[in-house]
């Protein structure tokens, strides 16, 4: 996808799908009649695991790093470099390696095997994210940044992190869950990371998300930046969204609806 200067991929690093109540289980089949178009043909769930590549200038962007290799709810990762390469791109060439959060699936390819992974790279995430996966709750993540931890720099809050790129705190999932905003002329992309797991969160205030710190943070969150991009030529797209895809966000029969 072109966005102004900047050409913008999805990097997969796992793919799976689920029965929609296995991800949603307080939601009946009777509220999944109602986003039947988010289901692929056989009524599953698609949900993917990765991250997304911007490059423009002499910067070359990776915000998220999927899982690795390894399994997590039943998804097989750790293609992520093998999609980099894909597209001519290696792990040596990134610039920034940006994380909406530090959430293992986010983090996994941050390194392998006590090594970094990115040589060249410098490693951002919110200060909020350092303290309370570093310092307040280390553990499997901890482990996974620890062979990086002197690439770490941590933005303020509304920072510019490369030209284009701009952050927007959106707290709830993890204190320090960030959304990248990228712009180029009067085209934005937004980059949600786990504010929203799924599309159907955004068409529908009720939807809870997965794993969530602070689920009602969490909510007001993700209603607030439904409300922002309802009705707006913005693209968005989750860290779990199928195949990484963008849309928008807009009306249609009196109720929001995801388009891609």
Not at 121 to 146: I, K, N, Q, S
Not at 234 to 247: I, K, N, Q, Y
Request: charged content about 25%.
């Amino acid at each position: 996808m072109q966005i102004g200067d900047f050409r913008v991929d999805h990097v997969i690093d796992g793919r799976g799908r689920f029965k929609p109540r296995n991800v949603f289980a307080q939601h009946s089949a009777e509220d999944w009649a109602m986003h039947e178009h988010l289901l692929d043909e056989d009524g599953l769930l698609p949900f993917t695991m990765g991250g997304f590549l911007i490059r423009g200038g002499d910067r070359i962007v990776l915000v998220d790093a999927g899982l690795g290799p390894g399994e997590m709810m039943g998804i097989t990762a750790g293609a992520l470099l093998e999609s980099l390469a894909a597209l001519g791109v290696s792990a040596a060439d990134i610039t920034d390696l940006v994380f909406t959060h530090l959430h293992i699936d986010h983090i996994g390819w941050a390194s392998q095997q006590g090594e970094v992974v990115f040589p060249n790279a410098t490693y951002r995430c919110a200060p909020a994210e350092w303290t309370h996966f570093m310092v307040d709750h280390r553990g499997a993540e901890a482990d996974v940044l620890g062979p990086a931890a002197d690439r770490f720099e941590q933005w303020e809050a509304g920072a510019t992190i490369a030209p284009g790129l701009d952050t927007l705190s959106t707290p709830g999932h993890t204190p320090g869950s960030t959304t990248l905003v990228l712009s180029s002329g009067t085209e934005r992309l937004m980059f949600l990371g786990d504010v929203v797991h799924c599309p159907v969160q955004l068409e529908d205030d009720e939807w809870a998300a997965l794993f969530d710190v602070d689920p009602d943070l969490a909510r007001r969150t993700r209603n607030a930046l439904a409300r922002e991009i309802e009705g707006t030529d913005t693209r968005v797209s989750g860290a779990h969204f199928p195949e990484l895809t963008f849309g928008r966000l807009v009306q249609a029969d009196g109720k929001r609806r995801f388009v891609v």
